[in-house]
């Protein structure tokens, strides 16, 4: 029998499941999509249970039909303010006789060095290796096997909201599908748009949604920052329906047909028949204000991917540039405008090494949900696997992490 692998992206604007099948060359082929509004949803995060429930047994229904299978359990997207994510180090000694490191040294590293990260309150999503050094030796990939008395594990850890995480999972447990693994959103999409080249020589993937924009800092191989950034598409629409004082839809419809980041591209002779789109108190605009306030807000949304940049230390240091995703990333001259203000090449990503239905998840804003299957098929394995929850966290947290450290690996 075929393997399946299940992803559902509970987007702010959309819920998308994707059912892939793996062939017999180890790819992804899409043989079920199912997308539906999204609905109780704020900025990534569950805010009417009733309401997201709803729109994900939609999208899962359709999935279903699409595909002829019956879902059971799902790599599930995550993103949301609550997300914290830290780099983090756990020392452990070897001992003194001279001998090799075991995988079981490599675990108790990594265990020390999230003791040191997690809150009350707060789950952890991920915990993902960097690199390790041994004996003050920097940038071992894997030091099993190799000889040595003190050895430092370098992690990246994802944490997150218990009740947030909770809703989440409650509401897809709701269509009586079982939760895999959470995973980071921009992890998914990371997983779905970046070449093996740009995340060895350091990338930033920008994955701007309705709700959020995500960012996630991927160089050596590794990633190295996250975050997910409370601003999106809404803002932008919320933006037009304000300086316009049109209903969110008619703003939406409006910045669907009429939108771009570069007013100085636009003809300032250009008038926009507003009143055609539905109730609006003008009824026509010239086309470059309208443009002039998405502008404002994308350098806004690009000073805050900056800022994170930043944060992470590797300002300058991320040769193959910016990968923007996510539906956002098809705005006209957004691209051109993020390279300005970053200074650096920027590229719009769209899913790759995928087949069957490719066409239909072609658009960026699928990046995440592509980016699920992906992760599915890289980390997890044929067997079905129940949600993690905080007890038994360790046993959990070793055996994911011999996988994420054996899929890491270059080559
Ligand atoms: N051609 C386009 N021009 C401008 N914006 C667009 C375009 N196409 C889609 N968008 C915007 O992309 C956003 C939806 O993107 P996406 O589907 O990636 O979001 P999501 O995954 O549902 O939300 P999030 O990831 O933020 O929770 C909406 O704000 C929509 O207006
Ligand atoms: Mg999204």
Known sequence: MERTIVGIDVGTTKVCTLIGEVDKDGQVCVVGVGVAPSRGLTKGVVVNV???????????????????????????????????SVNSKGTVAVGRGERYITEDDVARAIEAAQDLAVQHGREIIHVLPRCYILDGQEGVRDPVGMMGFRLEAAVHIVTGAVPS??????????????????????????????????????VALVDAGGGTTDVAILAEGAICHSAVLPVGGNNL??????????????????????????????????????????????ATVPRRDLVAVLEARCEELCALVQEEIRRSGYDGLLPAGLVLTGGTAELPGFKELASEVLQMPVRVGRA??????????????????VGLLQWGLKYGGPEKRTPKREDGRFSELFRRFKEAFRALLPG
Do not use: W
């Open 50 to 84: 009733e309401e997201a429930t709803k729109s994900i047994a939609s999208s899962i229904d359709k999935a279903e039909r699409i595909s002829g299978y019956r879902i059971e359990a799902a790599y599930l997207g995550l993103a949301g303010k609550h997300i914290l």
């Open 352 to 369: 790759r090494n995928v087949g069957g239905l490719a066409d239909a998840v072609s658009n960026p804003s699928y990046a995440t949900a």
């Open 237 to 282: 629409t919320n933006d037009i329906a304000v300086g316009l004082k049109t209903p969110f839809e008619v703003a939406e419809k409006l910045k669907l047909q009429y939108g771009h980041a570069l007013p100085e591209m636009i003809d300032p002779a250009e008038m926009i028949d507003v009143a055609a789109f539905g109730e609006a108190e003008v």
């Open 165 to 202: 995480i909770r809703n989440l999972v409650q509401c897809v447990e709701s269509s009586h599908v079982t939760v895999n693994e959470l995973v980071l959103q921009p992890l998914a999409s990371a997983e779905a748009v970046l070449t093996l080249e740009e995340r060895e020589t350091g």
